[in-house]
T-cell receptor
């Protein structure tokens, strides 16, 4: 059974701190995606990671992919309140356009 | 460009009623998807359409049917709604190339009583 596991599921942190969200998956895939969802809203794309060792950065967020370990990380540097949201990773199972999402990490950054 | 649009935004059904959720995209994307989102479970793929004229089952297809009407439109039908189908439904589309980022609609909040 294919699994995509994120941890932690909930994260409360102070502004200015650093933290990492982890995404483990159980299937063969070279394509991993990170999305952000604000409360009551839809999902928007953050990063697309397409190969082993891929690293992408945007502002205070940096994502990386290790396909051999089947692990992706989303690192938050010097968090700010505006980053409060739920973050999802998604895996394209067997590179076949069939996407499986993690349960999401709800991030609350306290001012 | 409107991106991905969904109708309706909200719907309340009684058990056993049927309804169709509509989705349209104006980005000329090949692939379209239907997901449901339940608290604590992330998004689960119901059906997808890799290209016009094709549809395939996802993780949780039971109780649903889909139609890829043309390249722009992909509808989701509940033939006999059940309380377990209470959820938020998202439609998404993607180019289906190497990158394949999905673009999501605003969602439909469905309650089945």
């Amino acid at each position: 059974e294919l699994k995509v596991e994120q941890n932690p599921l909930f994260l409360s942190m102070q502004e200015g701190k650093n933290y990492t969200i982890y995404c483990n998956y159980s299937t063969t895939s070279d394509r991993l995606y990170w999305y952000r969802q604000d409360p009551g809203k839809s999902l928007e794309s953050l990063f697309v990671l397409l190969s082993n060792g891929a690293v992408k950065q945007e502002g205070r967020l940096m994502a990386s992919l290790d396909t051999k370990a089947r692990l992706s990380t989303l690192h938050i540097t010097a968090a700010v309140h505006d980053l409060s949201a739920t973050y999802f990773c998604a895996v394209d199972a067997y590179n076949f356009n069939k996407f499986y999402f993690g349960s999401g990490t709800k991030l609350n950054v306290k001012p | 460009n409107a991106g991905v649009t969904q109708t309706p935004k909200f719907q309340v059904l009684k058990t056993g009623q049927s309804m169709t959720l509509q989705c349209a995209q104006d980005m000329n994307h090949n692939s379209m998807y239907w997901y449901r989102q339940d608290p604590g479970m992330g998004l689960r793929l119901i059906y997808y359409s890799a290209s016009e004229g094709t549809t395939d089952k996802g993780e949780v297809p039971n109780g649903y049917n889909v139609s890829r009407l043309n390249k722009r439109e992909f509808s989701l039908r509940l033939e006999s709604a059940a309380p377990s189908q209470t959820s938020v439904y998202f439609c998404a589309s993607s180019e289906a190339g190497v990158v394949d980022t999905q673009y999501f609609g605003p969602g439909t909040r469905l309650t089945v009583l």
